[in-house]
């Protein structure tokens, strides 16, 4: 079932165009932005974020901050952008009776760097993700998109507690996993 749902990604992928963004809002990108400056705006007000709420991360923003940096500097330029879910996870595929796997909740859907998608999926599918796997993938945008996701995902789940979700637990593992993700970064 996940090799099907691999198989619908890839076909999806290369449904491309050069201007990134969602269908209909071409007109909306400012000449000079690419998709990865986008997240490394919304990144760095994560990180920002996350930072005034939990300790570990205060203490080393500014590495955090420099790390994102140089992840996004690393990045080259790109003329085409594949067509992606944007945050594909288990909880965004439903398998029909024939066991057909259908994604859901497609709002979100839009022309970018495949590897936002691709690294989104490598921790939200686990060891499951070899079935999702795609040769080629920019390593660079792949590490800069996957410290961008755990800062989002760690700002993520000090909002949840913040608004009173009742699965505090979970919350809290959200936001501390994901916090302790974006340390590794500052190990490499």
Partial sequence: MLGRLGDMLERMHRITRETF???GEESLQPPSSSCHSLVLENARKQLEYAARHLAPLARREERLAAALEETYAAIGPRDRFGFIH???????VLVNGRLE????DIEGAEFCDIEHEHSFLQFRFGEFYRY?????LDPERMRFYKLAHHLSCASGGIKLLQRGFPNRKLASHIAHHNARSALRFLEK
């Fill in 101 to 104: 796997p259908m994604m859901i």
């Fill in 132 to 136: 999702l796997e795609r040769p080629g």
């Fill in 86 to 92: 944007g945050e594909l996870g288990p909880d965004h």
């Fill in 21 to 23: 963004g969602k269908l």
